[in-house]
Structure formats: C-alpha cells, structure tokens
T-cell receptor
Framework: KNEVEQSPQNLTAQEGEFITINCSYSVGISALHWLQQHPGGGIVSLFMLSSGKKKHGRLIATINIQEKHSSLHITASHPRDSAVYICAVRSGGGADGLTFGKGTHLIIQP | EPEVTQTPSHQVTQMGQEVILRCVPI?????FYWYRQILGQKVEFLVS????????KSEIFDDQFSVERPDGSNFTLKIRSTKLEDSAMYFCASRLIMANEKLFFGSGTQLSVL
C-alpha cells in the first residue's frame, strides 16, 4: 500500500513569496496528481505527472521518480492561491484509484 | 471547461436509511469514480467504474455500497443502510480514456447521517 506524505501541513506566506510544497510516496507509481481544494470543498486538478516537470502559469510541478518525490512550486504567490494543495498517486500494477496525501493548507497574506 | 455535476450538494438522512448520490460525468468520459472525505481527513478512494462494471474498489466499499450507471448520463452511488460514520463529503470524478489523463471532480455531496 502506498503511503503519501506531504510537507508542510500548514504554510502561511506573504504575497509575492515563492512557495514550495513537497510530496513523497513509498511505492513506485504510474502517475502523480497535484490537486487544489478550496474552502467550499471542490477539488480541481492542477497537474498530472509521470516524469519530469510541468508548468502552467505561475505553477510548476516536478517529479523525481527515483527519489519518489514531487514538488509543487508557486511563483509570485497571491492571496487567491490560498487553498489546500493535495498530492495523490496512482500506484503501478494496474491500480486505478488514487491514494491521497493529507494536503497542505496554504494561506497567502496580502 | 466541461464539468462533473453532483446532486444534491447536501443530503441529511437518518441512520439506517438508504441514500442515493447522483453524478453526471462529462459526456464523453469513460471512467468514473467515487471518492469520499471525512471531515478533517484525507480523501479516500471508494470505487472505479468502466464499461458498466466495477473495475476496482477499496476496502471501504463493502456490501453496503453499490454503484450504477442507469442510463447514458448518470452515475450513482447507493448506500443501503447508512451509518453515522458514512457522514462525509462524497466526490464523483471522471476521465476520458488513458490512465494518466486529467481527472475531473464534481463539487461534492455533503452527506450527514443523524
């Protein structure tokens, strides 16, 4: 069973700061997802990674398969980035369901 | 962007009652999922569904749970006899074809069992 750990659990930063959220997992995977959950509860998919790096606007996601580690970076953070960021993995071997981390609660102060 | 639609947004029921949570996945998607999130806890996988049958289920998805795609658009989760511990936010999700494609989540149904 895959164990997904995220750090930090909580992060408060000032507007404009560079943010890094980390995710590590215990067993080899076929894909890793970064998700965003807003206070109302809805979940939005930000990235799906199986290798390398992806960028969308101010968000960058990287994954190191050998190290079993991924990072989500936010450049020039803004209060609207405040949300819970969740890492979720699809394990290999034909598994379809995702295993989720506990999430990182990010607050960006103006 | 296309959306996964869930109804109702909030459902309150008495312990022991049956509930049906409804989802309308994105129209051309082929894989459907139910996840749940108990308050303050991580999101958990319940079940995946493809080609009109369950393709994978978790330990949580016991005989009290069932899923159905009764027509070409709806995807339902039924809990036969609700327990207090079934209180959670239930999320439906769907994706197109490839295993590593983006997942689209609905906005969730908050189930409260009293």
């Amino acid at each position: 069973k895959n164990e997904v750990e995220q750090s930090p659990q909580n992060l408060t930063a000032q507007e404009g700061e560079f943010i890094t959220i980390n995710c590590s997992y215990s067993v080899g995977i076929s894909a890793l997802h970064w998700l965003q959950q807003h206070p109302g509860g809805g979940i939005v998919s930000l990235f799906m990674l199986s290798s390398g790096k992806k960028k969308h606007g101010r968000l960058i996601a990287t994954i190191n398969i050998q190290e079993k580690h991924s990072s989500l970076h936010i450049t020039a953070s803004h209060p609207r980035d405040s949300a819970v960021y969740i890492c979720a993995v699809r394990s290999g071997g034909g598994a379809d369901g995702l295993t989720f981390g506990k999430g990182t609660h990010l607050i960006i102060q103006p | 962007e296309p959306e996964v639609t869930q109804t109702p947004s909030h459902q309150v029921t008495q312990m022991g009652q049956e509930v049906i949570l409804r989802c309308v996945p994105i129209s051309n998607h082929l894989y459907f999922y139910w996840y749940r999130q108990i308050l303050g806890q991580k999101v958990e996988f319940l079940v995946s569904f493809y080609n009109n049958e369950i393709s994978e289920k978790s330990e949580i998805f016991d005989d009290q749970f069932s899923v159905e795609r009764p027509d070409g658009s709806n995807f339902t989760l039924k809990i036969r006899s609700t327990k207090l511990e079934d209180s959670a936010m239930y999320f439906c999700a769907s994706r197109l074809i490839m295993a590593n494609e983006k997942l689209f989540f609905g906005s969730g149904t908050q189930l409260s069992v009293l």
